[in-house]
């Protein structure tokens, strides 16, 4: 009964932490008029293919600037995950989009999480690209961060020198609106959570701006997935300090503990498809400086990936 | 009977106590230990069993420069920013580069680590509280007089734009008195790494968007300042880094073909054009080859253990350049044979030569080339 109460105290941190961050519940906002009418698929329903699921992935700038429950969202992923055949598929929807909110009115998605939280996110992308969510995890810029630095960092060939003059200063600086230069190198490398998160939100020294940025996001997303296959269930208690708070998850506890092992046997990369909404899928010169979708290409291909 | 009573109560709370601390402990033990930081290379010497490399490597790990060598470590510098050490022709010294947040500057240091004299001044005037009025060094090199520096320098540079350019300025100068040798293309990161090569010139390697849209790198070699140069590799192979062997004959470089993938690759190299590739090692994540001055292997970083912090690597020549076949057996004396020869039985195939890891918990500077001293 010691040794149950010594393992008691050792994974309880960690488990107080998971149910605060985990299970949360989620309210899809009741549809807009307008939506009734734009909505190009009034119910998603559920993946016909057994075990599949599809997770809608956020992340946001969540330093000083913005109020805790009212920040957009700079990275939105859908994964999708088929189990049987072991194929994953990760699809980057470019922040600027423009797009009808589930909360009534158009205007860019990454402000659909600021209108309503997680709800009014996955129920604007359902309802723009027809798809069904199981589940979403968000997490915030220090959040990253931390998780990276809690794995010990993660191994990645990165692209190109990624050379930054206006980076904002926002996640240590006493002033949320200074800015500070970024140099990755590239090349393969060991990059802890401040350079992994330098390397995915830089944007300005890219061409393609938030397509280029969305990129490197998936880049470190495999990365964090194959760093994770060497952690043991006694990591935990550890991870779930460094990130407590930065985190949140509709997926319940009892489904982590079944997607763990699963992570790990995604090894295949030739299996693992990525989706940048580039041109023609997208193209410049909408309102406020959003970027327009192309329905007419975008819902063929999610309705192939994501079914 | 009362007194028996406690005695018994109060083992039973010992015996409670250490039965839930052990378990405590126990678990703390069963951690993967991937998050645990790499130790200095000063506290952990290349294992027992490890063999020594020829000269005098050396190496950066956490803003700080060491020396490998006869198979011990020395810490040359402390952690501030150092990286990217390279030897003067003569062996006498170093160039380095010193980073901060802002900036990083071209150093002359010792081979003990004391610095002589600082090359560049890329640090922005205080009273300027523009970010984007300093500058980055990274990537010296010197020609073969010893006379010129050659490095990636962020000039010029045009507001969001920065890139780095292929530089060539006297080492005794000023980067005022420097010229820039490439032209890199815009929102991309630019053109690093200069190998000055002995026909003149350099060879480097420049970022640019591929057929694809997505970001490739490919050796490029120009023998004129501010010339067009051309490309050395293609497009689809996506290589970097390129390392020069102590004859001049052979490039080493990775390759990474676009993925999450560093191959280490090989070619003959004729002072215009490198000839067919030749892949050495393609699993592992190779950074940084480098060419062991007596010629006898190549030294490359790659991570120790799955994801894990880069280790340094080392692979004999024979996995790249086979040992000559021993010669035909000698006529049997005594005379003239008659009759058919016996035909020689065929040698046993050699197992092949496999990279081997020198260090195991280091956590050496991917980005940082090594330098070799014979």
Not at chain 1, 238 to 255: D, F, M, P, V, Y
Not at chain 2, 92 to 97: G, H, I, Q, R, T
């Amino acid at each position: 009964m010691s040794s149950v109460a010594g393992g008691l105290a050792y994974f309880v941190p960690a488990a107080q932490t998971a149910l605060e961050a985990t299970g949360q519940v989620i309210q899809l906002p009741s549809p807009s008029p307008t939506s009734i009418f734009t909505s190009r698929s009034p119910s998603p329903s559920p993946s016909s293919v057994p075990g599949a699921f599809t997770v809608l992935l956020l992340g946001s700038d969540d330093d000083s600037k913005f109020s805790a429950d009212h920040v957009l969202t700079q990275s939105m992923i859908l994964v999708r995950v088929v189990p049987s055949t072991k194929e994953v598929t990760m699809l980057s929807i470019p922040r600027d989009l423009y797009v009808h909110l589930s909360t009534g009115g158009f205007a860019k998605i990454d402000g659909a999480y600021s209108y309503g939280g997680p709800g009014a996110a996955i129920a604007t992308v359902q309802q723009d690209f027809g798809v069904h969510i199981d589940d979403y995890i968000w997490v915030g810029l220090l959040g990253l961060v931390k998780l990276i630095d809690a794995i010990g960092g993660i191994d990645v060939v990165t692209s190109n020198p990624v050379m930054d003059d206006y980076y904002p200063a926002d996640i240590y600086s006493g002033w949320p609106y200074d800015y500070e230069r970024v140099a990755v190198l590239a090349g393969p490398q060991h990059l802890d959570g401040i350079h992994a998160m330098q390397y995915v939100r830089s944007r300005h020294g890219d061409l393609q701006s938030d397509f280029g940025r969305s990129q490197r996001q998936q880049q470190v997303l495999m990365a964090i997935r194959q760093k994770a296959k060497q952690l043991s269930p006694a990591d935990l208690p550890a991870i779930s300090a460094a990130i407590g708070g930065e985190l949140k998850t509709s997926i319940g506890l009892s489904k982590v503990a079944q997607l763990l092992p699963l992570a790990a046997s995604f090894d295949n990369p030739d299996q693992i498809r990525q989706i940048v909404l580039l041109p023609p899928y997208t193209h410049g010169d909408g309102p406020d400086g959003s970027i327009n979708p192309n329905w007419n290409l975008i819902l063929p291909l999610v309705r192939q990936y994501f079914p | 009977m009362m007194i028996s009573r406690f005695l018994l109560g109060a083992g039973l709370a010992v015996v409670m106590l250490v039965c839930g601390t052990t378990t405590y402990v126990y678990l703390g033990t069963k951690q993967s230990k991937v998050a645990a930081p790499a130790q200095k290379p000063t506290a952990a010497t290349p294992r027992a069993q490890a063999l020594t490399l020829p000269g005098t490597l050396y190496l950066a790990q956490s803003g700080a420069l060491y020396s490998l060598s006869a198979g011990r470590f020395h810490q040359l510098t402390p952690e501030a920013g150092w990286t990217q050490p390279s030897l003067y022709p003569d062996g006498s010294n170093l160039v380095a580069v010193k980073q901060t947040r802002a900036y990083s500057d071209v150093y002359v240091i010792n081979r003990f680590g004391t610095v002589l004299r600082q090359v560049t001044s890329n640090a922005a005037p205080a009273r300027n509280k523009d970010t984007g009025a300093n500058h980055w060094s990274f990537y010296p090199r010197l020609s073969a007089d010893g006379t010129t520096l050659w490095m990636a320098y962020d000039q010029p540079k045009y507001g969001y734009d920065v890139v780095l350019s292929i530089w060539a300025m006297p080492l005794g100068g000023t980067v005022r008195q420097g010229r820039l040798w490439t032209s890199a293309n815009d929102y991309t990161g630019g053109d690093v790494q200069p190998l000055p090569v002995r026909q003149g010139g350099a060879m480097y390697t420049k970022y640019s968007y591929g057929p694809d849209t997505k970001l490739i790198s490919q050796l490029w070699y120009t023998s004129r300042a501010a010339s067009a140069g051309r490309a050395l590799t293609t497009a689809a192979e996506d290589c970097r880094t390129p390392a020069l062997s102590p004859d001049g004959t052979q490039v080493a470089m990775i390759c990474t073909y676009e993925k999450q993938v560093s191959y280490l690759t090989i070619a003959s190299w004729n002072g215009s054009t490198l000839g067919a590739r030749r892949t050495l090692v393609s699993d592992q994540l190779v950074a940084q080859p480098t060419w062991a001055p007596d010629g006898s292997g190549i030294a490359f970083l790659a991570p120790g253990v799955a994801a894990g912090e880069f280790q340094l690597w080392w692979l004999p020549k024979a996995a790249y350049s086979p040992p000559a076949p021993s010669p035909s057996p000698s006529p049997t004396p005594g005379g003239p044979h008659n009759g058919p020869l016996p035909s020689p039985s065929p040698p046993p195939p050699a197992p092949p030569v496999k990279a081997i890891q020198v260090t195991t918990n280091d956590g050496f500077d991917a980005t940082s080339p090594l330098a070799w001293l014979g």
